[in-house]
């Protein structure tokens, strides 16, 4: 099964489970809806990156975004109600700094290096671009 | 808002004002044909691009609607910017180089252009260009309410001028708009965008660094705000405070919906060469780290400084910026953020004016197998047209178009996220299924926010929701939803569903 595949059946699973939680509410739909809802961004990823079946050195990469989101989601979830008992770290309640560093700093550098780096095998190589022009006359 | 007219401020705004009407008159020259018009002749490189980008997709909400969501709702008001993390990333891997690469192919100037091409529906690129104009209504709307409100307070015309003051604001806050979008078009907007992205930048790191000087460090700021009756731990706690639903709502909507929003999508259309995507992701996601440190610094600065007794409560939370701006920074700064913020406000309305023009004048008679000569004239007749409704509805209907605003950006991300998100990467997904999900998307956001925000018939029912949430998390559910399920259902084996050439990108 291609990542491309398994990509689109947890979308189309998640998304009528995602629509069905809002509807029936409680913390346990609350829970479903917030761990899908930290996958969705390396599902759709996985869509766009995988070429001929496979995502090569990003499927490290991904598994490690995914891995963040969710911990940090789970972690968001966890610390709820507990600011002023929680440790601090770097001036911040553990909730907040699991927020700004695992939502925001954390994967920032990660898929910035990543996209860069495998562009030549995963984005756009320059023959690529050189074939597609000489096939369909290039409008550029 | 507070009449903030400093001698200082309005020089700084003055200023500002000038130099993007210089820009606008330098690129009426560089406009020559539709294609400038539209996507800037396909002909901006990396940097520019990226501010562009960057300053279109931050609207003055960044500025001014942000702190006062964090006074409001403390940390979890941050999950709608945290995203921007993954969201540069997320959108050139699923959608920037295919987008870009099908301009390559094909002369498409639009998010409608490039629906026609991948699912050969008139309807589904007919529909898209439909929700660009609904969506367009609200956003621009808003953003002109936003920059006469800014407009009046800079310059001190409430007090001068009563009643007429907020027409006259949106008027002439317009009339500069109008000069550079109808007479550079897209070339003019792109290069204002730049230099409004490196202002907002400017602003947001110096506000950043006086902010955490006057709550005295990180540190403290937490501690002040967590020991104070008004705020308490409650401000810390992301998923605590507002509830699960809401939170990641906002994680959810603005984090996936960015692959729908057309004045982002827009942008990649106008690369010279596909090739420097390379560097998008880090330069974009960059820009708009600093960028978010304003909304950062003052949402947590300004409850610290109320939480010590050294502000006065705020009777209106989006007061939270011009306060601190007012009373903790300098003269010149304080004019500097004020210019930004009309920045942010005029790159995102100037964004949107060429995308309705563009839906207008191509999209909407292209769905309907017709063809609009001399594109060029009428795309700029057009973007008059639309800044002149749009401002008259706003000033009509205020509160309709102050609603109609709130919920665009999910009416975007319903209506065309999974058409362009999934149907770029997926060979088996149909035009039914685009047709149906665009449809869909648009009329369930536009029918659940209306209805849970709607105070104009009071006997109309509230969507049968669980508390918190989000009526866009719904209705891009839903779209999704529609989207995979008719295309499984309406799909069949083989590859001639999709062009040659639409087929060579696809498999890049």
């Given amino acids: ?140 | 808002m507070p009449a903030v007219d400093k001698p200082g401020i309005i020089l700084t705004a003055a200023i500002y004002l000038l130099i993007v009407l210089a820009i606008g008159i330098w690129a009426v020259r560089r406009t020559k044909t539709s294609k400038d018009f539209f996507i800037a002749g396909q002909g901006i490189g990396l940097l520019v691009m990226a501010l562009a980008t960057m300053s279109a997709g931050f609207s003055g909400f960044l500025f001014i609607g942000g702190p006062g969501l964090t006074y409001r709702l403390g940390m979890a008001s941050f999950l709608i910017s945290f995203p921007i993390s993954f969201t540069a990333g997320l959108l050139c891997w699923t959608v920037a180089k295919r987008l870009r690469l099908l301009a390559e192919v094909r002369d498409i100037y639009t998010v409608p252009d490039a629906i026609l091409a991948r699912f050969r529906s008139r309807t589904a690129s007919g529909l898209a260009a439909v929700a660009v104009v609904v969506g367009t209504i609200g956003y621009l709307g808003a953003q002109l309410q936003a920059m006469g409100v800014m407009v009046s307070a800079i310059f001190g015309l409430d007090e001068r001028l009563g009643e007429l003051a907020l027409p006259l604001a949106m008027t002439a806050g317009m009339i500069v708009i109008l000069v550079y979008a109808v007479a550079g078009g897209m070339v003019a907007g792109v290069y204002t965008d730049v230099f409004q992205g490196a202002l907002m930048i400017g602003a947001a790191v110096a506000v950043f660094y006086y902010s955490l000087e006057a709550g005295g460090g990180l540190g403290r700021i937490t501690r002040s705000i967590i020991e104070s009756d008004a705020f308490g731990p409650g401000f810390f706690d992301p998923l605590g405070g507002v509830g699960v639903f809401t939170a990641m709502g906002f994680f959810f909507v603005f984090g996936i919906g960015t692959l729908g929003q057309p004045h982002t999508l827009h942008k990649f259309f106008m690369l010279d060469d596909p090739r420097k995507l390379k560097w998008l992701p880090g330069i974009l996601a960059g820009t708009q780290t600093l960028v978010v440190l304003i909304w950062l610094g003052i949402g947590l600065a300004v409850p610290a400084l109320v939480a010590t007794g050294q502000l006065a409560p705020l009777a209106d939370p989006d007061l939270a910026a011009p306060s601190f701006l007012l009373g903790y920074t300098p003269e010149i700064l304080a004019g500097l953020v004020f210019a930004g913020i009309l920045a942010a406000i005029m790159s995102t309305a100037d964004s949107f004016m060429n995308l309705a023009s563009a839906a207008i004048v191509r999209d909407i008679p292209k769905a309907l197998g017709k063809t609009v000569e001399r594109e060029l004239f009428w795309g700029r007749i057009a973007v008059v047209v639309v800044a002149v409704a749009s401002g008259v509805f706003a000033l009509l209907y205020g509160d309709l178009i102050a609603l109609l605003g709130t919920f665009a950006y999910g009416t975007f991300a319903a209506a065309l996220a999974p058409a362009v998100a999934i149907g770029l990467n997926w060979k088996r997904a149909t035009p039914q299924a685009a047709t149906a999900s665009i449809a869909i998307g648009m009329v369930l956001n536009f029918g659940l926010e209306f209805l849970a925000k709607q105070t104009f018939f009071p006997s109309l029912p509230k969507p049968p929701l669980a508390a918190g949430v989000l009526p866009a998390a719904v209705s891009m559910t839903a779209s999704f939803t529609v989207f995979l399920v008719v295309s499984w259902w309406t799909s069949r084996d083989g590859d001639d569903a999709v062009d040659d050439d639409v087929a060579a990108v696809m498999a890049m």
Avoid: H, Q
């Avoid at chain 1, 489970?17 to 761990?35: K, R, S, T």
């Fill in chain 1, 1 to 140: 099964m291609t990542a491309k595949t398994v990509s689109l059946l947890f979308l189309g699973a998640s998304s009528p489970l995602m629509c069905l939680a809002f509807f029936v509410g409680g913390p346990a739909m609350e829970i479903l809806f917030a761990l899908l809802s930290a996958i969705w961004p390396v599902a759709l990823i996985a869509l766009g990156v995988d070429r001929r079946g496979g995502l090569g050195p990003l499927r490290w990469v991904l598994l490690a975004l995914l891995g963040l989101l969710v911990a940090s989601v789970a972690g968001l979830l966890a610390a709820r109600g507990g600011v002023l008992d929680d440790p601090w770290f770097l001036g911040l309640p553990l909730a907040t700094a699991i927020e700004v560093y695992g939502i925001l700093l954390l994967p920032l550098p990660l898929i910035s290096f990543a996209y860069a780096w495998t562009f030549d095998r995963f984005g756009l190589a320059e023959d690529e671009l050189t074939e597609l022009r000489e096939r369909f006359g290039g409008n550029a």
